[in-house]
C-alpha cells in the first residue's frame, strides 16, 4: 500500500513568501516516503543538501541562513515530486499572541484606519495568520498562510504587530516576518504546555477560576497545542505578547503563570528569546482591583531575564477595553525590542517602575527605575497611597524630589506600605522625561 506520505510535503509555515531568521541555523522539516532520499537546494548560495527521510515518513535539517536580503527560492527535489518555494526573504521573524487586543485589525476599528490601510504597502513584511484550533495534544501542523503586506492584507492582520513591524523596519531596514497565533477572550492557561500543569498542580487549581466564556475554550494547553506547538522548531527572533484581561479572576497568580509559560516557551524552542509584552489598561472591570492586580503581576514579571512590557495607561479609554490606539502600542513594543534586544536606538524606551521605598518617619520615600525628569501631568502628585501595619490604605500627599517621590497620609502616623494608581480605572499622571508613564504598583 502506498504511504500517505509518498510525496515530499511540507508544513504550512514554509511556504513562498516566508520570511526565515536571518545569520542562524534555521530547522526545516516535513514528510516523504519512508526511507526516501532526495535533494534540497538553498537560492542564497545554491547549495545541494541531501535529505533522508526516517522510517516514520518525517525527515528533519538543518540549514544557515545569510544576513537579511532576497528574495530567494529554496528547491525540494525527490523522486515522486519537486517544490519549489519563492519569494523567500532573509530577515527578522516575531511571533505574536494573546487575546482580542494582539488579533485586533485596522478592520476592528482603529485610530485612523482609512489612511493607516491605504499606506499599508511593505512588501518586506510579510504576515502569517495562524487559523484558530484547539487540540488535546500537541500537533505537528497548522493553517495559515504567508502574505505580502499590502493595503488588501494589512487590515485583517493584527495591528499592534504591524506598527510593530513598521517601527523595525524603518530602522533596521531589513524583511521582517509576523506570525500572528491570537484568539480574543482567551486566557494564559490556554497557551500554556500541559506539562506545567502537570507540575504545578496549583496553577492547575487556579485555572478553574477562569469564567467559561462564549468566545474560546478555557481548557488548559488547547491552544498551545493547535496554535504554538507545531511552530515551536519554527527560528524566531523573539515574541510579542498582549493578553491579561481575561486573567481577572484569578489575577494573583498571574506573574507566577506567565512567567512560567514564557520560560515552557523558550524551553520547547530551546533558548531564550527576547518576549515583550503590553501591560493592560485601565478599564471599569465588574470586580474592584481586579485589573488593577493583573497590571502590578504583569510589572513583577519583568522579573524573568529577557524580558520588557510597554505601558499604555495614557492611550486608552476606561469605557473600551480595546483602545484604539494601536500605533503606539506596536511602537513601544518596537521601541524595547530595538533598544533591548537589536541594540540599535540609545534613548529611554520604558516609564517609571517602582523599585524600592525608604521609611524616613512619619513619610516613604518612592524611588523608580526609569525616573529621570520624572513629573506630573497633574498640578498635585495624586495616586499614591500608603498604609499602617493594619493595612489600611489612605490617599497620600506627595510630591517630586529629585526624581523620586515623597508620600505621607496624616491617618498614617506610621507607614510600612505605598501603593500607586491602584484603582482599575487609574490612568497613571507620572511620567518620565521620555514622556511615558508609571505602571501601577504596591510594595511587597
Known amino acids: 500500500m502506498q504511504s500517505v506520505f509518498a510525496k515530499i510535503e511540507l508544513p504550512t509555515i514554509f511556504s513562498s513568501n516566508m520570511v526565515l531568521q536571518r545569520t542562524s541555523e534555521v530547522k526545516l522539516w516535513g514528510w516523504a516516503s519512508p526511507s526516501e532520499v532526495f535533494q534540497l537546494v538553498t537560492g542564497w548560495d545554491n547549495k545541494t ?66 489612511a493607516e490601510i491605504a499606506s499599508a504597502d511593505y512588501p518586506n513584511i510579510r504576515l502569517f495568520t495562524v487559523q484558530k484550533r484547539t487540540a488535546k495534544h500537541p500537533q ?22 504591524y506598527f510593530f513591524a513598521k517601527r523595525v523596519q524603518e530602522e533596521m531596514n531589513v524583511p521582517i516576518g509576523l506570525i500572528d497565533a491570537s ?10 504546555p500541559s506539562e506545567v500543569f502537570e507540575t504545578r498542580t496549583d496553577l492547575f487549581e487556579s485555572a478553574a477560576k477562569i469564567r467559561p466564556n462564549q468566545w474560546v475554550t478555557t481548557e488548559p494547553s488547547s491552544l498551545y497545542n493547535a496554535m504554538i506547538a507545531p511552530l515551536s522548531n519554527f527560528k524566531i527572533a523573539g515574541s510579542l ?26 524551553t520547547v524552542w530551546g533558548y531564550d528569546f ?21 497590571r502590578d503581576q504583569q510589572r513583577l514579571a519583568l522579573g524573568l531575564q529577557n524580558t520588557g512590557m510597554a505601558m499604555t495607561s495614557d492611550i486608552c479609554t476606561i469605557d473600551d477595553i480595546h483602545p484604539q490606539n494601536k500605533q503606539d502600542v506596536g511602537l513601544r513594543l518596537a521601541n524595547i525590542a530595538l ?21 524616613d518617619g512619619k513619610k516613604i520615600a518612592v524611588f523608580f527605575d526609569h525616573a529621570a525628569g520624572l513629573y506630573s501631568k497633574t498640578k498635585k502628585v495624586t495616586q499614591f497611597e500608603v498604609a499602617g501595619a493594619d493595612g489600611v490604605f489612605y490617599p497620600a500627599k ?21 501603593r500607586f494608581a491602584w484603582k482599575n480605572t487609574d490612568m497613571a499622571t507620572l511620567f518620565n522625561a521620555a514622556n511615558l508613564p508609571a505602571s501601577s504598583f504596591m510594595s511587597e
Open 49 to 114: 543538501i541531501e535529505v533522508k527521510t526516517g522510517n516514520d515518513a518525517k525527515w528533519s535539517l538543518t540549514i544557515k541562513t545569510p544576513e537579511a536580503g532576497g528574495p530567494y527560492s529554496i528547491k525540494f527535489v525527490g523522486k515522486d515530486n519537486q517544490l519549489e518555494l519563492e519569494n523567500i526573504l532573509i530577515g527578522e521573524v516575531w511571533l505574536c499572541s494573546g487575546q482580542s487586543n494582539m488579533e485586533w485589525s485596522a478592520n476592528s476599528g482603529i485610530n485612523n484606519a482609512k
Open 140 to 161: 505537528e501542523n497548522l493553517v495559515g498562510q504567508w502574505k505580502l503586506c499590502t493595503p488588501k492584507s494589512m487590515p485583517h492582520f493584527s495591528a499592534v504587530a
Open 183 to 192: 484568539w480574543g477572550a482567551s486566557s494564559a492557561e490556554v497557551w500554556t
Open 241 to 266: 505578547w498582549y493578553q491579561g484581561e481575561s486573567n481577572t479572576a484569578n489575577a494573583e497568580r498571574y506573574a507566577d503563570l506567565f512567567t512560567t509559560m514564557i520560560s515552557s516557551w523558550r
Open 274 to 294: 527576547p518576549f515583550y509584552y503590553v501591560q493592560i489598561a485601565p478599564y471599569k472591570y465588574g470586580t474592584p482591583e481586579e485589573g488593577v492586580i493583573v
Open 339 to 359: 533598544k533591548s534586544h537589536y541594540k540599535k536606538i540609545g534613548n529611554e524606551v520604558n516609564g517609571p517602575l517602582f523599585r524600592e521605598f525608604k521609611i
Open 398 to 418: 506627595a510630591r517630586i524630589k529629585d526624581n523620586y517621590v515623597l508620600v505621607s497620609a496624616k491617618e498614617v502616623p506610621m507607614p510600612s506600605r505605598v
